[in-house]
């Protein structure tokens, strides 16, 4: 009991010693002092900190899934961003003691790499390369020497300052100094450089380590990587290559080494060196791999004489196919079926090429990469194949599927937001041509059509409950469970009382599946031939109908019984009168000019432009957009058939001589004026939306009435001008009028995008205005949604996940932001003592200066900084500023802001999607 009582009094003595000698300086602190704060820095804090990095690095490695359909991530920790922050956090927090309380101890160097390696895996690559730079200047063996001088020649003791004015005379390195963590630093701070894409900045540092002398194996190593790195991240593999041989040649860890070896199988691969590309994957199966790599390295081993030409295709898909039947590859076979569709694609098999992807999703269990690439691959041959539909789909889900850090991402969000007006025209020509068709049909024909219908939904239905009650039982569900399931109502038939309308967001019927719609054209013209699209053409033909599918079909078919009212409710939406017929053309009309011009302009598929153009102009002669449509073919046609351009030149003279478009053509110098004159046309809005939003409603609502006698036909932005209309009018006679106005923008035009908006706003005024008080504000906010909401959308992205800074608005510009940022320090040290917050002033116009606070996680993080701020208003900025305004933004978006100077924007973008 003495003893224990003794060691306890021993530790509290050492304890008070350590704490005692914090503020001394390095030259007084020598024997037992100087190893008891050692002591101390060691195991109160970076011990555990070290270890919590360790541990932290190697989880978020294992939960780091491989993509081995790209070149893999040379470090899978870094790859796996976004993981392991908490942790991280915790290792900064206690490297942070040991740097605040013992910066005296030989071990403050090590905490503060363990700072900027921890800021770094969080993928702060800012405040990790601030925390490496002070290293590198702080840990410099020449400015250790200095420090250590200036401290002894301030000792108290006569010994102390001749020692120190003597090193200050020559101050020359020892062994001592080379032992800290510098070196190692600037290792790490040329792989953050990399990130940052700051590749300049990361050959200086890799040329300075080359020149160091006496450089360790490992540290040789790690720079010929992170060199290599760099060429990688700029896809100049003939660079990456040699420095990864060299980098894999040093390294002694072997499960870097087996990484490192199958990433420079696939450059060689990529290179199309088929032997060494095989010799590297030999090496990485005598490096004993994890099982995905063995099996991919496999897989990659069986397709290497296919892709040098030495085997066939024919052959390879053999091999293939014998690997996915083999029992011990079956969580595999998504990849294998995958490889199978790139042999097939090679080999100019495009359905087999689909069926295989197809293959591939539904063996996929778990493996998220996987499954986006194999979306991501069918989206992109349906777009080869101009299915536009299917690939805008393909696009939708590849977007669900891929990691929002993939490189491919914003490429992907492009070609899905570039193809959803062109998908939606499509599928609007589709429907209602198949509902005209439908129309086309007598009693009978309809009875066999509705008969047919229900016998597939049927089948489904049995399907889906057979399938549900399969998965029931593998999860173990009693009778009860399975019993909820199959009682759910039957709303996907098409068969509710509503009509086809009411489902449309869900049904199942053919009519809203474009992959059955084209079936059916195909079968159709199979039977019936490429007929012209004309009223009860059938008629000609009846003996020819059938819509069975052989006696079998026709006895199943007939047992199904259908009601007058299934009927009436499963072709609700078709049109039943010559208004509705004229309504439903209309339709199909209006969507093939739109069509056309996206092709065009948006795809720049002129064959499909012009395809589609020459389908309306057969179709709907003498439509209202005729001129143009002939306009826009003689344009395209210049290119490629100068006879058809004379022909449709021809066509607009004799049809529309006094269109501007036949001006042009009379005239090829008016085409500079006209240009002028949409110039003037937006400037002219410009103007008068400017009015808007400063409360000029009269007199915007006076240039709104005098835009069509001034600008004619060449008014191509009537909806604008009408949307602007609605908005002035709520402003100056309250709701009532407000949404009647709104009603006449979805009215007159109903293709727009501004009729979306009339709709979203009326929808807002009958859900949350009870008064006309506030469909006056509605109007007021929903103003700038008409063109401000635009503007945001196209500047800034939700980027809720990506790191996040806050901006605080400060209301005069003549606010010393010195003063400012001193009140913000000290708010921060007082609650915010351990977020490592930096504070920086800009001036982003004449008239706005606000202070960005760096950096937050997310912008969950962000928002809870910017609430508590809002709460504590007075004890934020110390009364220096009481209209100040907070809030957070992405980094992305901060970029765009800066480049743009639209604040006004990226608040209504703000208050869109944070609020």
Known sequence: MRKNHLILTLLIAIFIVGCATQKKTEGELKGLKKSIKDLNARFNGYHNAKLILKETGVAMADNYRDNYNQVLEMYKEVAAEGQGASELDEAIKKSSVVVSLYRQSKW????????????????????????????LSE??????????????????????RDKGNKLAKNLEPEKKDYKTIHDEAMVWLARTYVEQGKYGETELIVEQMKKMEELPDKLKSEVALVESYAFLKQKDYDKAIPLMIKATELTKSKKQKTRQTYILAQLY????????????????????????????????????????????GRETLATLKRMSKDVKNEEFRDQIFFVMSEVAMKEDQIPDAIGYLRKSLRTNTNNQPQKADSYLRLAEIYFQEEDYVSSKNYYDSTLTAMDKADERYDKVNRYSTSLTDIAKNIQIIELQDSLLMIKA???????????????????????????????????????????????????????????????????????????????????????????????NWRRSNRKDFDFEEGEEGDRSIARINVSDSEMKAMFADVPSNRKEVQAAND??????????????????????????????????????????????????????????????????????????????????????????EFAELDRYYDITYALYENGGYQKALSRINAADSLFGNNNKIRPKFA???????????????????????????????????????????????????????????????????????????????????????????????????????????????LDKLFTASLLLNKNTQMMVIRRFKDAEVAETYAKSVRNRPLKYLKDLDDKYKVYPIAQTNYKALLRSKKLDAYIDFYNENYK
């Open 269 to 312: 691969q990529l290179k199309g060196n088929g032997a060494e590309a095989l010799a590297n994957y030999k090496r990485v199966l005598k490096l004993n791999p994890d099982y995905d790599m063995e099996f991919r390295t496999r897989l990659n081993i069986a397709t290497n004489g296919w892709q040098t030409g030495e085997a066939d």
């Open 587 to 676: 339709k199909i009309m209006e969507a093939l000019f739109t069509l056309g011009g996206l092709y065009r302009d948006r795809l720049e598929n002129e064959r499909k432009a012009m395809k589609t153009f020459k389908e309306l102009q057969e179709r709907y002669p003498k439509n209202p957009h005729e001129a143009e449509a002939l306009y826009s073919l003689y344009v395209l046609a210049m290119e490629s058939d100068r006879s058809k351009a004379d022909y449709y030149k021809t066509q607009i003279l004799k049809k529309y001589k006094n269109s501007k478009y036949a001006e042009i053509l009379r005239n090829p110098e008016s085409m500079a004026k006209l240009q002028e």
């Open 108 to 135: 403050a160097d090590d905490a503060y790499l363990i700072v900027g390696k921890s800021e770094y895996l969080k993928g702060d690559f800012d405040a990790a390369q601030e925390t490496f730079r002070y290293v």
């Open 723 to 833: 949307l602007l209309n609605a908005l002035c009018v709520g402003h100056v006679d309250g709701v009532e009028a407000y949404k009647t106005s709104l009603n006449g923008v979805t009215t007159k035009f109903p293709m727009s995008e501004e009729s979306e908006k009339a709709k979203e706003i009326l929808a807002y005024l009958d859900g949350k205005s009870p008064n006309a008080d506030k469909g006056k504000d509605a109007a007021g906010k929903d103003g700038k949604d008409g063109k401000g909401k635009e503007e945001a959308k196209a500047l800034f992205k939700e980027k809720k996940e990506e790191q996040h800074y806050i901006l605080v608005i400060l209301s005069s510009t003549e606010l010393k932001s010195s003063e400012v940022k001193s009140a913000i320090s000290d708010y921060h040290k007082k609650y915010h003592k």
């Open 139 to 160: 840990y410099n063996p020449q400015y250790l020497v200095k420090k250590r001088a200036d401290a002894l020649k301030n000792s108290k003791k006569k010994k102390d």
């Open 441 to 535: 049909m007598n009693k009978d024909e309809r009875l066999v059509l509705a008969k047919k219908l229900k016998k597939e939904r049927l089948e489904a239905e049995k399907k889906a409950k057979e399938n549900r009650a399969n998965s029931a039982g593998s999860l173990g569900a009693g009778r009860s469970g399975l019993a909820n399931q199959t009682a759910r109502p039957q709303a996907n038939t098409g068969l509710s009382s509503g009509g086809i309308n009411n489902v449309r967001n869900k049904s199942e019927w053919w009519a809203y599946d474009a992959g059955e719609i084209r079936k059916g054209k195909r079968d159709f013209e199979k039977k019936w031939g490429d007929r012209p699209l004309e009223d």
